[in-house]
């Protein structure tokens, strides 16, 4: 959600100046949680589940960090596969093989954390892997 608030106002040598405030409002989407009776995920057509690498709460020389300077990991692990069927029904191979180490994009479009018990996935599309 974005507003923008516009004012004219005069100053005392007659310039008629445009003064503009904007607020703007940031939503962040919270990972979708998989109900406990569930043990396992499997994805569908061209998706890959990932397994979300560690945080990072030390530097390499033992600094501890807040957790406002921790950055959310891009890397992870292989999980599961989805069948490699494509929108036109066309099945495509997967380049990818479960428990390889990948590196995904932070800003992939089509992407879903998900939660099932204490670990963290994610859900992309292989597209969406930049490195392995």
């Given at each position: ?32 949680i ?19 690498a ?10 501890l960090?807040?957790?406002?300077a ?17 929108a ?45």
């Amino acid at each position: 959600m974005q507003t923008a608030l516009a004012f004219t106002s005069s100053n005392s040598f007659g310039v008629t100046q445009r003064v503009s405030r904007r607020r703007c409002v940031t939503a962040r989407a919270e990972a979708t949680i998989i109900p406990a009776g569930f043990t396992k995920i499997e994805p569908k057509g061209d998706r890959v589940v990932v397994k979300v690498a560690e945080q990072e709460e030390k530097t390499r020389g033992g600094i501890l960090l807040p957790v406002s300077a921790q950055k959310r990991p891009t890397s992870g692990d292989v999980v599961s596969l989805g069948d490699g069927r494509l929108a036109d029904n066309e099945v495509r191979n997967f380049w990818l093989k479960e428990g390889q180490t990948v590196l995904y994009s932070k800003f992939g479009f089509m992407y879903t954390d998900l939660k099932l018990g204490e670990q963290e996935f994610i859900l992309i599309r292989e597209d969406d892997v930049i490195g392995k």
